[in-house]
C-alpha cells in the first residue's frame, strides 16, 4: 500500500506501508493496549470491529495492485491511498 500526497508545488511524497505492517497494527496485542482515552464511544466502536475480517480484507486487496482506495483533494493538495 502507498499513500501519495501531491502539493501544489509541484512536490510529491510518496510513504509506502507494507502490509505486513498494517497486520500488525491490527494484531489483538497492539490494539488491546491503544488507549483511547476517557473517550467511551471510540472504545465502543472498536470492540464492535471484526479485526479477523479487516485482515483477510487487506490480504484479498494485495491482489489489486494499482487500485485507488481513497482520494482527497484540497485547494493545497491532493492525497491517494492506492494499493
Not at 11 to 24: D, Q
Not at 54 to 70: A, D, F, P, S, T
Amino acid at each position: 500500500m502507498r499513500v501519495y500526497i501531491q502539493y501544489d508545488n509541484g512536490k510529491e511524497m510518496i510513504i509506502p506501508v507494507p502490509s505486513w505492517c498494517m497486520r500488525a497494527v491490527l494484531n489483538k496485542h497492539v490494539l488491546g493496549r491503544i488507549k483511547m482515552g476517557n473517550n467511551k464511544k471510540a472504545q465502543e466502536m472498536l470492540q464492535c470491529i471484526d479485526w479477523q475480517d479487516v485482515k483477510r480484507l487487506l490480504q484479498e486487496l494485495k491482489g489489486y495492485k494499482g487500485l485507488k482506495l481513497i482520494e482527497v483533494e484540497s485547494k493545497e493538495e491532493r492525497i491517494i491511498i492506492e494499493i
